[in-house]
């Protein structure tokens, strides 16, 4: 395995790290711990929701949304790499309307800090990775 391979490997091992640290923080009330996981810019684009920017902001409305759901904690299911993102299928168990259902994170980084989180919850609908194609079949470019 030459020099590159071994780097991209242990990068996207390290990105996965901080993905499921990032959960495991999340699901503990850690949010000190959990910040350390995201940048400082972090960008938060949900669905059909508003733009979150910020570690600080996106940990408010992650507390909010658990202190009005009954804690509910996510499981990931699967972690799928895709250039420099991972698309992160999860769910959340608990009583809330969305227990069960799955939620798909796609996540950037910037060196080994989580930089953007694209979430949906919408059943049966997935963001693709960058570059991939997308559910009308043409490949989805990242703008800039």
Do not use: Y
């Amino acid at each position: 395995m030459g020099n590159f391979a071994l780097w991209q490997f242990g990068r996207k091992a390290r990105h996965e790290r901080v993905v499921r640290r990032l959960v495991s923080h999340i699901n503990s009330g850690d949010e000190q711990a959990a910040a350390d996981c995201l940048a400082p810019d972090l960008v938060v684009t949900e669905v059909g929701l508003k733009k979150t920017v910020g570690r600080g902001g996106f940990l408010l409305r992650d507390r909010e949304f658990r202190q009005e759901n009954g804690n509910p904690q996510i499981t990931i299911d699967t972690l799928d790499h895709h250039a420099d993102d991972i698309l992160v299928r999860m769910h959340h168990s608990g009583t809330h309307a969305r227990s069960g259902g799955p939620t798909f994170w796609r996540v950037t980084f910037d060196g080994d800090a989580i930089s953007q989180i694209e979430a949906t919850q919408e059943t049966g609908h997935k963001p693709p990775p960058h570059g991939l194609p997308n559910e009308a079949g043409t490949p989805e470019t990242r703008p800039g």
